[in-house]
């Protein structure tokens, strides 16, 4: 079957989302990969390019998508496919409609993290499992329950959840983000000065009494800023 190859030039960010910059539509995979090649000249990071392929004439394409990401300068990063990833999973036909459930994988949680503990998350594709596009420190604030207390409690294998919860400051406000065990690392090294709330919610996290009753509802909620920032003042100008 013959396959469209859409190229595109972007940048994904957490604050501002994907921005393109190039884009093109080719009939195969190598004149496609020479344009990316042709566009990888950056000397950015966070530029990178995609090739995501379709099958023409299909009722339902996105069954047979296919997708490769390169860096600034055209190697290959990350490849997936969308039979592939159904090969892992189980799939129900039921009055029809598919319903998905993804085979859980209980070696994947083994508790190496805690509640409080400050991590760093690599950015997708990078780390290919990583839900983020920008580079990560938070705060672990809930931990998974090992597959066989979750199955011993009678609950679903497919409910089964392998998810850290993680706490982290974006422009300016706390958000979270559910991260498999692999993708996190300690983070070690010193809290860089606009993120040092992260030290005060990682000792709330840990169970001690940090902040005043319903502070941490109201930074939840998005009600305070938590980035430490400097304000201009008059100092600063002439």
């Not at 760093?120 to 580079?135: L, Q």
């Amino acid at each position: 079957m013959d396959r469209a190859y859409i190229v595109r030039k972007y940048i994904d960010s957490e604050e501002t989302g994907v921005t393109y910059y190039e884009e093109g539509i080719f009939s195969t995979y190598e004149t496609a990969y020479g344009f990316v090649r042709e566009i990888s000249e950056e000397t950015c990071d966070k530029f990178l390019s995609e090739i995501v392929s379709y099958p023409l004439d299909s009722s339902s394409p996105w069954d047979d998508e296919e997708t490769w990401i390169f860096d600034k300068t055209g190697k290959l990063l990350h490849s997936k496919s969308a039979k592939t990833d159904l090969e892992h999973c189980k799939i129900v036909q039921r009055d029809g409609y598919q319903e998905i459930y993804i085979e859980p994988e209980p070696e994947s949680f083994t508790g190496k993290f805690k509640a409080g503990d400050i991590v760093f998350v690599r950015a997708f594709p990078w780390d290919k499992k990583s839900p983020v596009s920008s580079d990560v420190i938070g705060a672990v604030a809930a931990t998974p329950q090992r597959y066989e207390d979750w199955i011993g409690q009678g609950r679903g294998k497919y409910e089964w959840d392998n998810d850290y919860i993680v706490y982290w400051i974006s422009n300016g406000y706390l958000d979270h983000i559910h991260v498999e065990e692999a993708s996190l690392e300690l983070y070690t090294k010193t809290i860089p000065e606009r993120l040092s709330f992260l030290e005060l919610l990682s000792d709330h996290y840990k169970g001690k009494k940090v902040f005043k009753e319903g502070v941490i509802e109201r930074i939840y909620r998005g009600d305070i800023f938590v980035e430490k920032v400097r304000y201009l003042n008059s100092d600063d100008l002439l």
